[in-house]
């Protein structure tokens, strides 16, 4: 039988992925369908998610002095978190106008592994054989993935999607032994909201709106940004960085089933060849060391 503590890692790591591929299938239904600008989505996904988690960490803590927290003390080493998670947002909102929820999902989440393995070997972490194959064949479905071809993704949107990833691989090493991650993530969202309204002073000419497109941007920030983010930070505490992110890679398997159902995407050989490396390496990586 699993320890509770396993068992909790588990339930918030499965949570966790579920939250991230929903945020890709958002992103596509608000952008997808013209529902909302990127620069519009992005703003109103990182506010919201900011004053939910001010929120939850007010009536957890019985403390509202979250926002004068996050700025009163705050240094530059303090805000860097705060910029990846920007970073990301606005790449990967912007990426979304031209992917579809799984190739974008398969892109970002390809590439916040191989970030997160290679600052992992920077700092002295050595995989087992196994998570060497396994990472090879996920990067072979990646390379794959994004291959010229007839159906390979838009250039532009796989390169700003290749930036989120980049960008999503850091802020989650910053969250490595966090040891509140209710808290840091809120601070972190209100750390980030300067900087997507600075952004929003240079996309605010191009702004539409309609309520479905709110909606979304709303529950993606709130939901599946926020909270989702707070309990990824805390699934973290018990996964090494090898797992955490091959584990990520299962997202994209996700989002592509949601691409399915609720967005009607076409399933292309390219897609099912790419995801049965990455989940094939995933697999691989995660459990051939038992073996």
């Not at 890692?9 to 600008?37: E, H, K, P, Q, Y």
């Not at 390979?152 to 966090?178: C, E, H, N, R, S």
């Amino acid at each position: 039988m699993m320890p509770l503590q396993t068992i909790r890692i588990v339930f918030l790591t499965f949570f966790a992925l579920m939250a991230f591929a929903a945020n890709s299938v958002l992103n596509r239904l608000a952008l997808g369908a013209n529902a909302i600008d990127a620069g519009s989505y992005i703003a109103i996904r990182l506010i919201s998610g900011a004053i939910t988690l001010a929120m939850l960490n007010g009536f957890a803590k019985r403390d509202w002095n979250l926002i004068k927290k996050a700025y009163s003390k705050a240094d530059g080493q303090q805000f860097l978190p705060a910029f990846y998670l920007f970073l990301y947002g606005i790449t990967f909102s912007f990426a979304y106008r031209s992917l579809n929820a799984g190739m974008g999902a398969f892109i970002l989440f390809g590439t916040v592994q191989c970030t997160m393995l290679l600052t992992a070997l920077l700092q002295g972490e050595r995989p087992h054989l196994t998570e060497w194959l396994g990472l090879s064949l996920a990067i072979s479905g990646l390379i794959y993935l994004v291959f010229p071809g007839l159906s390979a993704p838009d250039p532009l949107g796989a390169f700003l999607m290749l930036a989120a990833g980049i960008a999503w691989g850091f802020y989650t090493l910053k969250g490595k032994g966090v040891k509140d991650p209710l808290e840091m993530t809120a601070l972190n969202f209100l750390r980030a909201v300067p900087f997507v309204l600075g952004m929003y002073i240079f996309t605010f000419h191009k702004a539409y709106y309609s309520v479905e497109g709110v909606t979304y941007a709303i529950i993606s920030g709130s939901i599946t940004s926020g909270i989702g983010y707070a309990i990824w930070y805390a699934a973290l505490r018990g996964l090494t960085t090898t797992q955490a992110a091959l584990l990520q890679l299962c997202v994209p398997i996700i989002a592509a089933f949601g691409g399915i159902l609720f967005l009607s995407e076409q399933v292309t050989v390219r897609l099912i060849g790419a995801g049965a490396l990455i989940l094939g390496g995933v697999l691989l990586a995660i459990f051939g060391k038992k073996c």
